[in-house]
Nanobody, 122 residues
């Protein structure tokens, strides 16, 4: 059974940076796209970024362009999300997900982690 486990969240101040990690276990998910989503209280889960297996193609939500960077290390079965210049509106639970096709729709992703909380104070 494949599992995705996120880490790296926490309480930070506006302007700080964080790097979130998502490690896969129980399988390599070879060939899978990895995506990051987030969900703030009372809001729908929204797309943040995605990256292909090779890392050759990435996609970002407009809200994160220039501040978010997704990367992956397939040897470690891990995908990362670097978030710079954090804002209070970035406060959310951040989830990683995996699927064979790149999409911005969360319903398209087959595997999900449990999420890691990011809280940004002003």
């Amino acid at each position: 059974q494949v599992q995705l486990v996120e880490s790296g969240g926490g309480l930070v101040q506006a302007g700080d940076s964080l790097r979130l990690s998502c490690a896969a276990s129980g399988g390599t998910l070879s060939g899978y796209v990895k995506g990051w989503f987030r969900q703030a209280p009372g809001k729908q889960r929204e797309f943040v970024a995605a990256i292909t297996w090779s890392g050759g193609r990435t996609d970002y939500a407009d809200s994160g362009k220039g501040r978010f960077a997704i990367s992956r290390d397939n040897a470690k079965n891990t995908v990362y999300l670097q978030i710079n210049s954090l804002k209070p509106e970035d406060t959310a639970v951040y989830y990683c997900a995996a699927d064979l096709a790149m999409s911005r729709q969360p319903t398209r992703y087959q595997y999900w982690g449990q999420g890691t909380q990011v809280t940004v104070s002003s």
